[in-house]
């Protein structure tokens, strides 16, 4: 998520990092680049001025504190800029007691259907009991895609036929969704390739049968400033209460989610990070922003672990650790519960770049490695394992011959084991918190 943008700011503190001092000279030629890596991202160029500005004030008329270098102190200057233009604190989408009625809109290839469905999984882990409806008469796969999905997590969905008489499908949907005992009503309306009159007449419709509490704005956050575009013509034309930026996995160059928040002033509620219904994640603009510069986000990927594990093995580990140093074996068993998280490359994206230098940026195979790794932890001796500096040239590789794998990746597989063991100590020494305040 943001490569290049984060890229972009580590060169540039790389370089600052180096000055005993920040000059106003020094302080501009970083904000040049800045300037640059921002506009490339597709940041809406009033955006990137105004955002500029605050940093060159902050960053000049402030005097530098006792606990950082200047360049640490520019660095917590760009962060908490960074969050202001994010929108400060996070807006979780709460629909309150009573039914209530959530319109999705978007334009076609957004992604609304798939957010539909993510939005009803979220609603029920709340305790909500969600009811789908889907409203697109030009694309009949909509609904049968939703039917789909529906089914996957257990929540129903209204049968639609394709009929253009809006008004009475929605009365309809709303009677078989009171029937359901649903509490949430989520309707995915029809998308086109642009805005146009039919489509506003259509969502108009929809919007006057249906009453929405929300209506949600499902952008792909890959289009950049094209998003800002769109969001300013569903908002003039049916009026838009929050926004869901989906396809955040890919090759998003994060110009759409610095630029909304600030020039339409309405929240974003969630990010689509993937396929699955479950990767739907709250916007946190703190996170992202501690994402965006390098510094990882250790907060949502306690919350991944806290899903995925149970608070026994977590207390067992911790309890371990405290008195016996991190071995192969816990490595192994880690390795085997980051699997239920989801992706590695994704965890991998959640930590700080500071401690996966040598982290490939896409391996080929990810899953196929974390395979092999059990392998190799398994191929050892009990001695090997728990004192992995015995592993001399010929242990190494009978390792391999018995792993089905190569020195090359024992290797490789010991220089990650001494990573994971540096960063258990730098938490230990309590480097991340300092690194979460402002580095």
Known sequence: MFEKLTEGFGSVFGRLRGYGKLSERTIDEALVEIRRNLLEADVHYSVV???????????IGKEVGESFTPAEQFIKIVYEELISVLGKEP????????????LLVGLQGSGKTTTTAKLARYLQKKGRHPYLVPIDPRRPAATEQLQVLGKKINVPVFPYDGSLKFKKVCRQALEEAEGEGADVVLVDSAGRMEIDSHLIEELQEICRAIQPQEVLLVLDGMTGQVALSVAKGFREAIGITGIVLTKMDGDARG????????????PIYFMGVGEKVEELEVFYPDRLASRILG??????LMEKAQEAVSQEKARGLEEKLKSNPFTLEDFRDQLVEFRKMGPMQKLL???????????????PDVEKELRGTVA???????????????????RRRRIAKGSGTTVTDVNRLLN???????????MKKGKFQRLLQGI
Do not use: C, Y
């Not at 510094?295 to 949502?300: E, F």
């Not at 996966?356 to 940026?361: F, L, Q, T, Y």
């Not at 190799?376 to 010929?394: A, F, H, Q």
């Open 349 to 363: 994206g959640m930590l700080p770049k500071s401690l996966i230098p040598s982290m490939p940026s896409q391996p």
């Open 49 to 59: 001025k105004d955002w500029l500005a605050s940093v060159r004030e902050r960053a």
């Open 295 to 300: 510094m990882g986000d250790l907060s949502g």
């Open 416 to 426: 990650r084991f001494e990573q994971m063991q540096k960063m258990l100590n730098q």
């Open 255 to 266: 110009g759409a989610a610095l630029s909304l928040r600030a020039t339409l002033e309405k």
């Open 376 to 394: 190799i932890v398994d191929s050892m001796t009990v001695l090997e394992r728990r004192r992995p500096k015995v592993l001399n040239g010929s």
């Open 91 to 102: 807006v979780e989408l709460e629909p309150g007691s009573g039914r209530k009625t959530i």
